[in-house]
């Protein structure tokens, strides 16, 4: 009867293990080169985008709305209150008062 090698002694010598050659370390790539090519391939970041400064303390009641227009026009208010360096809400403010003049 076979006891499958349950009954042996096993020993460090009696195991030969491969012998396992140390593998090559590959040098680090060229970051700026990898987002350069990935750049050019269309590929868009994943880092956090920069954010709005939050708007000053409310001191009366707050709404929202939600606008659905042209690219551009959305850009160029965009560009008016960081230029300005108002928000939003004191952009359109702004453009309300010079309609009542």
Do not use: H, W
């Not at 010598?13 to 370390?25: A, C, E, G, N």
């Not at 090519?37 to 709305?65: C, H, M, W, Y």
């Not at 560009?79 to 360096?85: L, N, S, W």
């Amino acid at each position: 009867m076979t006891n499958y090698g349950f009954g042996a002694k096993v020993t460090a010598d009696t195991v030969k293990l491969p012998q396992s050659s140390p593998k090559p370390v590959a040098p680090a790539p060229d970051i700026a080169g990898v987002l350069q090519n990935g750049q050019e391939l269309g590929f868009v970041s994943r880092e956090a985008s920069t954010r709005r400064k939050p708007g000053p303390k409310r001191t009366e009641p707050q709404d929202k709305i939600t606008v659905t227009g042209r690219k551009r026009t959305i850009d160029r208010l965009k560009a008016y209150c960081d230029r300005e360096g108002v928000s939003y809400c004191e952009a359109i403010e702004r453009l309300l008062d010079k309609e009542n003049r």
